[in-house]
Structure formats: C-alpha cells, structure tokens
C-alpha cells in the first residue's frame, strides 16, 4: 500500500493550492490530512469517512479548506483557498479501513508535502 501525496508549494497569503494524495494497493474508508508546523505537534486538518462520505474539519480552517475523494475511494483532495500563513506546514496525507471522523489514529501514511504561506 502506498500514499502519494503531491500539490504542495509557496502561495501568497490569500492564495489557494490542491492538494492530491493517490492510494496504490487497495481503497480505504477513511482519508484525512494533517499538518505539522515547525515547533508543533501534528494536527488532524480534515477528513473524510465512511459510505455517506462524512467530513470534519479542524476549526482554524473550516469554511476555507475543502476535502473531497474520488467515487473509487483511491484519491483524495484537499483544496485550501483564503490561505494564511499560520497554515504553513508539512501536510500529511493517511488513510484507514476504518471509520475515523476526528479520530487521528491512521495505520497508512504517506509522505509530506510542504506549504508555504508568505505573508
């Protein structure tokens, strides 16, 4: 199994970019992304679970950021618009046969992609 994330890169604040994460191997039930500032502990940014499709979002980023999958469940997308540069930070990309919601225990992960958010 395999997670490969991609769409990262430097933007100006208020800016947007996509984020991508493509599951090889086998299709999850959840998806999610996190974060990881420098300094900081990783943080569940957004996910994706279950039939019914059902998201959370952290809330420094509700009502900007946007996650969705494709019907097939193998990839995953994460469009950040009104970007700022507290949202800078190496974005993670897991998956989990399991229902997740706001639990962050994911047993797959991919690699990070880093975000930077000028000001």
């Known amino acids: 199994v395999q997670l490969q994330a991609s769409g990262g890169g430097s933007v100006q604040a208020g800016g947007s970019l996509k984020l991508s994460c493509a599951a090889s191997?086998?299709?999850?039930?959840?998806y999610g992304w996190f974060r990881q500032a420098p300094g900081k502990e990783r943080e569940l940014v957004a996910s994706?679970?279950?039939?019914?499709?059902?998201?959370y979002y952290a809330d420094s980023v509700k009502g900007r950021f946007t996650i969705s999958r494709s019907n097939a469940k193998t990839t995953v997308n994460l469009q950040m618009n009104s970007l700022k540069p507290e949202d800078t930070a190496v974005y993670y990309c897991?998956?989990?046969?399991?229902?997740?919601?706001?639990?962050?225990?994911?047993?797959?992960w991919g690699q990070g992609t880093l975000v930077t958010v000028s000001s």
């Open positions: 897991a998956a989990d046969p399991g229902f997740r919601g706001a639990d962050s225990r994911y047993s797959y």
């Open positions: 191997g086998r299709t999850f039930n959840s």
């Open positions: 994706i679970s279950g039939a019914g499709s059902i998201t």
